[in-house]
């Protein structure tokens, strides 16, 4: 088993039967978590990447009614690469 995370901003709160939609995403094979931060308005699913991928996760949210805006990515923001130094002029 390949355990992956993948957060979802979402545009408004879900309601009740949306809540209950997303409830019964975790009689879905592979789903192993889901985790809301309201204040955020995201949404972060473990799953099982052996079973699933990022766009059937994203699929079955969209499914359940949930209004996904956007994925977010979980990686920190790369650091530029320096240029490398010209090299020394050659002597004349």
């Known amino acids: 088993m390949t355990t992956v995370d993948v957060l979802y901003r979402y545009a408004q709160h879900p309601n009740e039967d949306v809540m209950r939609a997303l409830g019964s995403l975790r009689e879905v094979y592979g ?3 889901l985790r809301f931060d309201e ?3 995201t949404v972060r699913v ?3 990447a052996t079973r699933l991928t990022a766009p059937l996760v ?3 949210l969209r499914s359940s009614g949930l ?5 977010i990515s979980l990686l920190a923001p790369a650091e530029p ?4 130094a010209p090299a020394p002029a050659p002597a004349a």
């Open 31 to 33: 789903i192993r978590q």
């Open 67 to 71: 209004d996904v805006v956007e994925e």
């Open 46 to 48: 473990e799953y099982d």
């Open 39 to 41: 204040a955020a308005y």
């Open 81 to 84: 690469i320096a240029a490398p």
């Open 58 to 60: 994203l699929q079955l």
